[in-house]
């Protein structure tokens, strides 16, 4: 059981936008940034976006975060084939003193 | 560019100790940049963060595996390690080597391709 909360599974067809949501509370979420990692499968996870919504080097501006009190989305817009992937989100968390993440969300692009 | 490679058993028997190593190049686990650790992927699951540790020494551990587990560096090999006591199947994960960046939370920027450890008899 994950500390944050994602959905499995999520899907659309290429070109279009799709957002994944990112569920914690006030000791998580709430109170420090969040990050989120692309997988690919039988790869690493890669950084995507960091400090809720900040992006490192290389990684194109399709890709976007935000947050909304105790909840971050990250969206993916003009979706490529190349974009499915499983995609995670993580945090600290103040109160269990430890970084948490979410189950993961696979991203089928249909 | 960083790099990180794992390094150990593919498998351990429960009950064992669970003894990776992870090589890093392009940085130094001497810099008070950044810290280093580990984070582990069930098969099929989530990921789960297990500890980092700073150039200080200072580590940073995962309460629920605090118990059974210690991280070390060898700064003079540039070499991290990672010690599990008594596993179980629940231990069964790829481990990753990871560099994170503790401001304000913390975030891995760079990741080991990782290492699949089965824990079975």
């Known amino acids: 059981q994950s500390v944050l909360t994602q959905p499995p599974s999520v899907s659309a067809a290429p070109g279009q936008t799709v957002t994944i949501s990112c569920s914690g509370n006030?000791?998580?979420?709430?109170?420090?940034?969040v990050s989120w990692y692309q997988q690919l499968p039988g790869t690493a996870p890669k950084l995507l976006i960091y400090?809720?919504?900040q992006r490192p080097s290389g990684i194109p501006d399709r890709f976007s975060g935000s947050r909304s009190g105790t909840s971050a989305t990250l969206a993916i817009t003009g979706l490529q084939t190349g974009d499915e992937a499983d995609y995670h989100c993580?945090?600290?968390?103040?109160?269990?003193?430890?970084?948490?993440f979410g189950g993961g969300t696979k991203l089928t692009v249909l | 560019q960083v790099q990180l490679r794992e390094s150990g058993p593919g498998l351990v028997r429960p009950s064992e100790t669970l003894a990776l190593t992870c090589s890093v190049s392009g940085g130094s686990l001497r810099s008070g940049t950044y810290y280093w650790g580990w984070i582990r992927q069930p098969p099929g699951k989530g990921l789960e963060y297990v500890g980092t540790?700073?150039?200080?020494?200072?580590?940073y551990l995962n309460p629920s595996l605090k118990s059974r587990l210690s991280i070390s560096a060898d700064k003079s090999r540039n070499q991290l390690s990672l010690r599990l006591t008594s596993v179980t199947a629940a231990d069964t994960a790829i481990y990753f080597c990871a560099r994170a960046v503790r401001s304000g939370s913390l975030f891995i920027d760079f990741w080991g391709p990782g290492t699949l450890v089965t824990v079975s008899s």
């Open positions: 540790i700073y150039y200080s020494g200072d580590t």
């Open positions: 006030s000791s998580n979420i709430g109170a420090n940034f």
């Open positions: 993580g945090t600290w968390d103040s109160s269990l003193r430890t970084a948490v």
């Open positions: 400090d809720y919504r």
